[in-house]
């Protein structure tokens, strides 16, 4: 059975950190405007072990989140490096992760990182277009972004690149660029930001001047469903989509504009099951029946269903189906259907769509 994970996160904000991204206001994104402690540190994560019961047989990792870990004084790196590899040296900890930039990495602060081990790094791609790089402020080019990873790869740790949809000048095709560039790169993992309006950013000022519109909600829905497939046919995890609702992370507060949803994830997932089922119904000509009984697993009824239902009633209509049924299965593995109808069984795998897909 997979060992429970546990993360926990030590906020580094926007220390030492001399860009301006557009779309950056860390201290906000962070919710953690205090300057950093060590012994604050210590005991956070001292308590935060205390509560895990068990934790031989957990998957435990200390994430430095925020900020770029690498561009801080190298003296702060070293401390709160060291609180965290004593766990990890007592082999409670497993991982030890951490963000930073493109133009933050060589072949020394590779070695620094592992010596104190440093086992995951995520760097922030955002786009691999130069142009809207350069419109977002970012200071760095695609460049950077491939002799990093080319570096990364030569160390024991796993690579993860995020990106972001939606920056100025972003257009559909730039997106999709970004994700083909990134799949050539072999990350192990990636996560997919939707460009939000932060308030006190470059951003707020270019959206309220019009001179920035922000990507729909719906839109974005659909862009990063194909960013999912591109990336699930590619064997690379997408780990998280949007950003970690907080207090401040809503709409009305701490974001101004742009397509901001709790559960954003959920929504992309929903829509993948929607041309999935579509797919299949499609090429299985089900249509007039009576009944369908659609079998999948727990972890996908609510995507199956669609958010209120939505995927149900549009297979529905379309092809003038009486009733679907879903019902659950366990024994069928991830993302796997199966469907019966008083003269058919049909069972699919996502796979087989998301090969024909895009
Ligand atoms: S490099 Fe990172 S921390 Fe610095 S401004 Fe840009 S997004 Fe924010």
Wanted: glycine fraction near 6%; charge should be positive; charged fraction near 25%.
């Amino acid at each position: 059975m997979a060992k429970t994970n546990y993360i926990i996160p030590v906020f580094v904000p926007h220390k030492g950190c001399p860009f301006d991204c557009v779309f950056c206001n860390q201290k906000r994104i962070t919710g953690n405007l205090e300057d950093i402690s060590i012994d604050k540190v210590r005991n956070q994560i001292g308590d935060y072990i205390s509560t895990i019961k068990d934790y031989e047989n957990k998957n435990i990792e200390i994430a430095f989140f925020g900020g770029s870990f690498t561009g801080i004084e190298r003296e702060l790196q070293e401390n709160l490096l060291k609180v965290a590899y004593e766990w990890k040296s007592k082999g409670i900890v497993n991982h030890i992760r951490l963000s930073t930039r493109p133009d933050y990495i060589n072949e020394e602060i590779m070695d620094f990182l592992v010596k104190y081990g440093v086992s995951i790094i995520e760097l922030g791609v955002q786009s691999m277009d130069e142009r809207i790089l350069n419109m977002s402020g970012r200071g760095h080019t695609p460049e950077h972004v491939k002799k990093a990873v080319n570096i990364m790869k030569k160390y024991p740790v796993k690579v993860g690149l995020q990106m972001m949809v939606g920056l100025p000048g972003d257009r559909e095709d730039s997106v999709n660029y970004t994700a083909d560039e990134i799949i050539k790169l072999k990350p192990d993992f990636v996560r997919i930001y939707p460009t939000l309006v932060v308030k006190d950013t470059e951003l707020e000022q270019m959206y309220i001047n019009s001179k920035y519109i922000p990507f729909s909600l719906e839109n974005t829905i659909d862009i990063c469903k194909d960013l999912l497939i591109k990336f699930i046919k590619n064997h690379i995890e997408v780990i998280r989509i949007g950003l970690q609702p907080t207090e401040n992370i809503a709409k009305g507060k701490d974001i101004i504009a742009g397509p901001f949803h709790p559960s954003i994830r959920q929504l992309v997932e929903d829509k993948l099951f929607n041309d999935f089922l579509n797919y299949i119904f499609y090429n299985s000509k089900l249509e007039n029946e009576k009944e369908v009984i659609i079998e999948t697993n727990d972890k996908n009824i609510s995507s199956v269903a669609g958010h209120n239902k939505s995927n149900i009633k549009f297979l529905k209509e379309k092809y003038n189906i009486g009733k679907i049924k879903i019902m659950r299965n366990n024994s069928l593995t991830d993302r796997n259907v199966k469907l019966f109808t008083n003269r058919s069984r049909i069972v699919y795998n996502i796979t087989q769509y998301i090969n024909d897909a895009i």
